[in-house]
């Protein structure tokens, strides 16, 4: 099987191997590969010869790593708890292997600025190629449908890539992003790992993932191959930990300044197509969903989650009717709904889409409401005792409990009462039942 050389500035794992000086001779086993990064092909031939000659540090690396690390974007992750991959990464840092990423950064933003801050960064690098990372596929579905109506993006290329699409329709936007030059790919974690595209120049990860191992192969898309590279990831105020959980992590980020507003224009594109305002209420509730699976959920706290900026961000007319809204276990301040409008009132863009939503109006408003049937009374004497055996043990012992407390506490009362001269003894025996007794 044939080998990309052994040069170090090809960017290959094998190559960085067999160019180190410090490694001696001897006898070494271990072979494998990560699919999430191509750059690092599997090999048996020339590669067990590299390896084979790398014992001073391969040796040092838990059998259990070696097929993680021959991934060049695993290597900070088990750096961090290996020694022998610790030494590997310091090498691999000193040859220069990660010289081609320029910068890892973050973007710490209000929720209802981040749609801004991305259409900035577009704007103002249209002629690279960009991958944008979303947490679910409503979120892709959505950007993908609103970020071609925006002006400035005219002209531009984007393509949505997400799970829930069909295997002929993933292949096809794949493809056809790979053959770019330049253009904008909004995909979910679908495309984090496994995939080989070539050329690209920014990774934006517009949500963190909810694996922060995800994190470094979402990066690992760009900077391949001895090419320059940037990466930037959007961040809440209150996210702001991530930057230093990252840092442990061996991944520094540095910062990137905001800038002006674009939630206006999104606005409007959804007043003009009820598909718009549709598709921005089903990302946004999925993104609310989502943020509950963050496996830091330390750090993205989802009970402190401003749905209401988040909503600004997203462009939506209204707060839409969900149960996190309604009790407002999330706060909603932020939020400044559109004024005049009667959103049932917006129509599809699409005519034959339009027409079949008035049908189904029509419809639904000739369907008579059915009255409710009233209840018959209940004329079973033993029909508390049949309720009461169909709940489980548990649940009769549950109530037994509270049945017990209620009783104690009612007791505790009276002896109070008896204390203070309230009542006699005849009175306090006569009330708990105790009669007999005195």
Request: aromatic letters at 6%; one cysteine or more.
């Amino acid at each position: 099987m044939d080998v990309r050389g052994g040069d170090p500035s090809d960017g290959t794992f094998f190559g960085i191997l067999g160019s180190d000086p410090d490694l001696d001779s001897g006898t070494g086993s271990g072979s494998g590969t990560d699919a999430a990064d191509v750059v690092v092909e599997p090999t048996f031939g020339k590669a067990g010869q590299i390896l084979s000659s790398s014992t001073h540090r391969w040796s040092l690396i838990p059998e259990g790593c070696r097929l993680n690390i021959l991934s060049i974007s695993n290597l900070p992750i088990c750096g961090s708890r290996c020694p022998g991959c610790l030494a590997l990464f310091s090498l691999i840092t000193r040859i220069g292997l990660f010289c081609s990423m320029s910068s890892i950064r973050y973007l710490e933003c209000e929720a209802d600025q981040k749609s801004s801050q991305l259409v900035d960064l577009l704007t103002k690098n249209m002629s690279r190629k960009t991958i944008i990372y979303f947490m679910t596929c409503a979120c892709v579905d959505y950007w993908g449908l609103v970020l071609p109506r925006l002006a400035v993006l005219k002209g531009c290329s984007l393509i949505s890539l997400h799970g829930k699409m069909k295997q002929i329709a993933r292949e096809k936007a794949l493809a056809s992003f790979t053959s770019l030059s330049s253009g904008i790919l909004l995909c979910t974690d679908v495309a984090a790992r496994g995939l080989d595209i070539p050329g690209v120049d920014w990774i934006v990860q517009y949500d963190p993932p909810q694996d922060p191992n995800v994190f470094i192969h979402r990066v690992g898309r760009t900077a391949r191959m001895g090419r320059q590279g940037s990466a930037i990831v959007f961040l809440l105020p209150k996210e702001e930990a991530y930057v230093e959980f990252l840092r442990i992590r061996r991944v520094p980020l540095e910062e990137r300044k905001c800038s002006d507003d674009a939630v206006d224009v999104i606005r409007s594109a959804a007043k003009k197509d009820r598909d718009v305002m549709e598709k921005g209420i089903r990302a946004f509730v999925s993104y609310i969903r989502a943020y509950k699976e963050h496996h830091c959920s330390y750090i993205f706290r989802w009970k402190e989650l401003e749905i209401g900026k988040l909503a600004m961000g997203c462009g939506l007319l209204q707060l839409p009717s969900m149960s996190e809204v309604k009790n407002q276990s999330l706060s909603t301040k932020g939020f400044t709904p559109v004024e005049d409008i009667n959103v049932t009132e917006i129509k599809f863009k699409d005519k034959s889409r339009e027409k079949q939503r008035q049908k189904n109006l029509k419809v639904k408003k000739a369907v008579v409401p059915k009255e409710p049937k009233p209840r018959k009374a209940n004329t079973n004497p033993n029909a508390a005792a049949t309720i009461a055996r169909k709940k489980t043990a548990k649940q009769r012992r549950a109530a037994q409990t509270i049945e017990d407390e209620d009783e104690l506490a009612r007791d505790y009362r009276l002896l109070k009462k008896l204390k203070k001269g309230a009542i006699d003894e005849r009175e306090f025996a006569k009330l708990t039942g105790t009669e007999e007794l005195v």
